[in-house]
T-cell receptor, first 115, second 112 residues
Framework: AQSVTQLGSHVSVSEGALVLLRCNYSSSVPPYLFWYVQYPNQGLQLLLKYTTGATLVKGINGFEAEFKKSETSFHLTKPSAHMSDAAEYFCAVSDRSGNTGKLIFGQGTTLQVKP | KAGVTQTPRYLIKTRGQQVTLSCSPISGHRSVSWYQQTPGQGLQFLFEYFSETQRNKGNFPGRFSGRQFSNSRSEMNVSTLELGDSALYLC???????????FGPGTRLTVL
């Protein structure tokens, strides 16, 4: 069965500092990988996804993530945090079979950005 | 294109009642999925529909049900509400089964 682990339920950075949110997955076959962001009282917004090809994926708002098969990781980074980045971030996986788009989510990481 | 829309956005019910939530997918999207989000359990998959057929179901009791219509719109129903059903219910749509999912704003259900 697939599972996702996000290390650190809360991460706090200063404005302008590097953002690093960690995600590890467990799956018998490398899955599709996603990062979503949720702002207060809103739904989930897709930041980026990895399906195939280049393992470094660029997303919206300056975020990127790198798929490392050997480490079963898909960590999210941003070189310089903005106050507007404060939100909850979810890593998710889905099966490659094409028979389902069902997402399995990690528990989420709340990012706090200090001025 | 308009995004996924969910109605109502907020709902208050009492224990034992039933509730129906509605989801309109992005135009042209044929697959709809539902998720429950709670502080304790996080985001959990409820069901997935494609071409009016339930394709996958999560580990929820039979009180949770859903359907999809020929225009791809979907509804989910929860009968005999319990306090623990209080949650944010999120709908997501995708062009085809297995494609990337795009989420709506959710319906916040409070059970008193």
């Amino acid at each position: 069965a697939q599972s996702v682990t996000q290390l650190g339920s809360h991460v706090s950075v200063s404005e302008g500092a590097l953002v690093l949110l960690r995600c590890n997955y467990s799956s018998s076959v490398p899955p599709y990988l996603f990062w979503y962001v949720q702002y207060p009282n809103q739904g989930l917004q897709l930041l980026l996804k990895y399906t195939t090809g280049a393992t470094l994926v660029k997303g919206i708002n300056g975020f990127e993530a790198e798929f490392k098969k050997s480490e079963t990781s898909f960590h999210l980074t941003k070189p310089s945090a903005h106050m507007s980045d404060a939100a909850e971030y979810f890593c998710a996986v889905s099966d490659r079979s094409g028979n389902t788009g069902k997402l399995i989510f990690g528990q989420g990481t709340t990012l706090q950005v200090k001025p | 294109k308009a995004g996924v829309t969910q109605t109502p956005r907020y709902l208050i019910k009492t224990r034992g009642q039933q509730v129906t939530l509605s989801c309109s997918p992005i135009s042209g999207h044929r697959s709809v999925s539902w998720y429950q989000q709670t502080p304790g359990q996080g985001l959990q998959f409820l069901f997935e529909y494609f071409s009016e057929t339930q394709r996958n179901k999560g580990n929820f009791p039979g009180r949770f049900s859903g359907r999809q219509f020929s225009n791809s719109r979907s509804e989910m129903n929860v009968s005999t509400l319990e306090l623990g059903d209080s949650a944010l219910y999120l709908c997501a749509s995708s062009p085809q089964l297995g494609d990337t999912q795009y989420f709506g704003p959710g319906t916040r259900l409070t059970v008193l």
